[in-house]
């Protein structure tokens, strides 16, 4: 299983703003589309955002318009860029990476086709 490592979470007030950033650990991304997934106390985990390894992406509808996941192959690091966030985007984030042969797949937010996950980075929106 490959190691992925997630950063950038911490606590913010409503409305404000944060970037986290997922790198992997001794491979590259270019080969594998990448997911954002968060879980709440006492929730199931929920699909944020996705993008395959042309960019292409699907965000839940929850987020949409708030949250943008975008990839730099070049520093080999995807992030999720979070902005007006709620309280109820409280939660653990998760990057997950899928293997991908297709440059333009974008897995399902379910996250089943993911088989590697990062150990999560928590995101609190408090005042």
């Known amino acids: 299983q490959l190691q992925l490592v997630e950063s950038g979470g911490g606590l913010v007030q409503p409305g404000g703003s944060l970037r986290l950033s997922c790198a992997p650990s001794?491979?590259?991304?270019?080969?594998?589309?990448i997911g954002w997934f968060r879980q709440a106390p006492g929730k199931e985990r929920e699909g944020v955002s996705c993008i395959s390894r042309s960019g292409r992406t699907r965000t839940a509808d929850s987020v949409k318009g708030r949250f943008t996941i975008s990839r730099d192959n070049a520093k080999n690091t995807v992030y999720l860029q979070m902005n007006r966030l709620k309280p109820e985007d409280t939660a653990v984030y998760y990057c997950?990476?899928?293997?991908?042969?297709?440059?333009?797949?974008?897995?399902?937010?379910?996250?089943?086709?993911?088989?590697?996950w990062g150990q999560g980075t928590q995101v609190t929106v408090s005042s």
């Open positions: 997950a990476a899928h293997h991908s042969p297709y440059n333009n797949y974008i897995p399902p937010l379910g996250g089943t086709d993911f088989d590697s």
């Open positions: 001794g491979f590259t991304l270019d080969g594998y589309a």
